[in-house]
């Protein structure tokens, strides 16, 4: 009994463990794709869109404003960033991952950040 109740409290601190660090790593994610997004030289998606409960100033009108993105599935985010013409053939929105602007890992730390905007 003593053994099963060490090893409960082992696997229950070990899995508290794995829960913080996935938590942090996911935060460093959006944290870059915020980046992503606001700079000039890398996303560039604040120049295009407004995003919807964020505090932007000055966001861009010609794209659609971002919101309820929490409700996407990341793939059909991932499509859009990589190649947004395979479902838009006359979108203004560049292909960044097609083109090589955005490698996978942003367009994947974007998606992140994207979920965050309701």
Known sequence: MKL??????V???CGLFSIS????DNMKLIKEGEKIFNTKNLGNCLACHAADGKN???PGSMGPKLQYL????????YEKIYDPYTTN???????FGKNGWLSD???KALIAYLKTIN
């Open 89 to 95: 053939p006359i979108s203004q929105m560049p292909a």
């Open 105 to 107: 890992h942003q367009i």
């Open 21 to 24: 660090s996935f938590a942090s």
């Open 4 to 9: 099963a109740k060490s090893f409960l409290l």
């Open 11 to 13: 696997s229950i601190t």
């Open 56 to 58: 932007i100033d000055g």
């Open 70 to 77: 929490s409700s996407w599935p990341d793939e059909a985010l």
